[in-house]
Structures are given as C-alpha cells and as structure tokens.
C-alpha cells in the first residue's frame, strides 16, 4: 500500500539522514565547481543539479544534489559522508564547508497528490515550482524550504526544515494529505519507486570510489551512463583528464535497464506445479548476465514493477550489449532451480510520466 500510496495518491518518507553540507565564503563556487562534474556556474539562484563527484582516475566518489542559494552560499546533500572530501579540495581557499546534517530535516512528499497537498498548506507558493527548483516559504506557518525533487521517478517534492520543526511539519502535513489518502512509507516501497525511475544507488549499482577495494567496483559517470552530468568544457575539476580519456576512447560497461521475460519464469514454475510467482520484495545483488557461455555483465538490483506488470533491473553490461534490444540471459532460480531466464536490455527510466516534471 505504501508504494501504491506513492504512485496513486501521495507517499510521505523521512529522508532528513541525508548528509547536507553548507558551503559559502568567497571561492564556494570555485570549490564546488572544483568538486562536481556539472557546471555549477550555470546554477541558477533557487536551481537544483543531480551530479555526481570524482576521484582524480574519474570514479565517482559520491552521488547528490547541488543547490544554489543566490547568495554565494551553496548545499551539496549526499548519501554518504563527503565532509573531509569536501575540506580536502577546499584547502588554499577562501570557502567554509559545514556539515549540517543533523540541523535539517527533510521530508518527501511523492506522487500524484502531492502538489494538491503542499498547495492546501504553502498558500499556492508550489504552484509554479519548476522541476529541480526551490522557494522559501511556510508550511501550515512552519518556515520550510520546499524543492520539487525526489529519488522516485515521480511528480513529488522535498520539505527542508529546521530540526525543533520537524515533527510538527510532518503532522501538519499527514493532516493536509488526509484527504488526498497520504501514506507515509518505508524503503521498501521506495526501492522499487527508485528502481521503475532507473534511479542508481550507491553501494548497489556502485561502490563509492573511497570505499571499493578493487577496481571493478568503482565506476565512471560513463560507466554509470550519466553522460549527460560530465560538463568536461568547464574547465578543470577533479577527475577531468581521466574522465576525458574515457570520453575519447568510450567506456568499457554501461549501466542500462533489463527487462526480464515473465512468461518463461511463469512457465517454469507452472512446470513443477507452483502458481507464478514475481519476487515480492525488491532484491540487490549481483547476479551474472551471459550471452551464450559468455558472462557479459551483471545485475545489481530489480523487482516487479507493480505499475507495469514486468520484471525489471539495473544493470551492467559490456558496452558492445548496452545497445536497447540486446538480447542476454540472467541466472535466476525457481524454488530450488537455476535457470537462464531471457532478458532484452532497455533504456532507463522504465516509467517515466509526464507529471513528474510538467
């Protein structure tokens, strides 16, 4: 019910364990554009970035958000701890990085109702809220700032607020969504919303670069095929000549979708006399992905999509089977039963609807 709270209706989760780094000072932008692969010269006052960071071979350390204050001041949230990462490529200039994570709260609101509930209680401040944008503005008289950002895919927005606030935010807000079925949810029903968006986890589609202990689990933004976050004209930032080496020369893996075909894992459990039946949870782990005898890859987490009725992972692949189409095999079991299921390689998002940005 939680995960169709959040593609029907509205789901409520606690993301305030987030880490959230403050940093300002007169070089902020020069450190942070030192740190990310985007080009945060061109965050806009009350803009958002997804970007990811890297060591100096191009491995991403580390996956978030990029925010833009329009003070000179930015906040980097994170799922891992970044602050000496931070201090580190910040040494020679005149910016300050506070860790902040235990000050702020954040609560996501996700899915269909959720504009119609911040709208009840934050006096129509969201009506115009643009995708990967944030305002100031007040909650049930509660100061909050409200972004329309979330790790499920789907039209939906996170509420930052001030610690000794936190708990009367989250009642003002069951009490505004009642009427639009508010739900509040767990990382369960999160993990599949994440996984139908094609949305990366570290430590499951990745392993942080700082944490790995050999190099096939560190991965590239390329490797990860988050191209579209490697602002390499920027100019120099960590990671940059690596990362433009592996441009010229393209990546070894890519990190796609799969879609597993259900009717023969419907027929080989109809075969030994069970009913059909998809995994009832959302898995994470590697299970190998062949074409013929040959492993080409693996997969890293999956479930069935509720929503669209399929079996679906994340994945990754050789570069020469990334290509929408491919055909491959995953290693599965039913009951007691291995068997190589087939599977074609898709393009992530797997759901992807209008009213997430619209």
């Known amino acids: 019910m939680e995960y169709y ?25 020069s450190l942070v554009n030192k740190v990310v692969t985007r080009n945060a010269k061109k965050l806009a006052k009350g803009q958002i970035y997804y970007t990811p960071w890297c060591d100096e071979r191009g491995k991403t350390v580390d996956d978030g958000t990029l925010w833009n204050f329009g003070d000179g001041s930015f906040r980097m949230t994170s799922a891992e701890p970044n602050l000496k990462w931070l201090e580190d490529a910040g040494m020679g200039l005149d910016a300050e990085v506070r860790d902040v994570s235990e ?47 979330g790790y499920t895919g789907d039209l939906g927005y996170e509420i930052w607020v001030e610690r000794e606030r936190a708990e009367a935010l989250w009642d003002a807000l ?66 940059r000549r690596a990362l433009l080496d592996e441009k010229r020369r393209g990546p070894a893996r890519r990190t ?7 009717r023969t894992v419907e027929q080989l459990y109809l075969n030994m006399g069970l009913p059909p039946q998809p995994p009832s949870a959302p898995w994470r782990a590697k299970i190998p992905l062949y074409s013929g005898y040959r492993q080409v ?45 087939p599977a074609t390689v898709v393009q992530r998002p797997f759901f992807d609807p209008d009213r997430k940005k619209s």
Request: charge should be positive; charged fraction near 25%.
């Open 174 to 239: 069951m009490d505004k969504g009642r009427g639009h079925d508010i739900t509040p949810a767990g990382m369960l029903a999160l993990d599949v919303a994440r996984i139908e968006a094609g949305l990366i986890l570290a430590e499951v589609e990745y392993m942080p670069a700082r944490k790995a202990v050999i190099d096939v689990q560190r991965y590239s933004p390329y490797e990860l095929s988050l191209d579209w976050t490697v602002a390499s004209e920027k100019g120099p930032f960590i990671g």
């Open 256 to 262: 796609v979708g799969l879609v597993i075909d259900w």
């Open 297 to 341: 890859g693996w997969a890293t987490s999956g479930c069935w999509s509720p929503l669209l009725k399929k079996y679906i992972a994340i994945v990754t692949v050789a570069a020469a089977y990334s290509r929408p189409g491919t055909r491959v095999d995953i290693d599965l079991a039913v009951e007691w039963e291995r068997h190589r299921i």
């Open 103 to 149: 000050d702020i709260g954040a609560l996501a609101v996700q899915g269909p109702s959720s504009r119609a509930i911040l709208m009840e209680g934050a006096d129509g401040a969201v009506k115009k809220l643009k995708y990967f944008r944030f305002v100031n503005t007040t909650f049930a008289g509660i100061p909050v700032q409200i972004s329309r950002t």
């Open 5 to 29: 709270a959040i593609r029907h209706s509205a789901g409520m989760l606690d993301v305030s364990p987030l880490y959230k780094y403050l940093i300002r000072g007169k070089d902020a932008l």
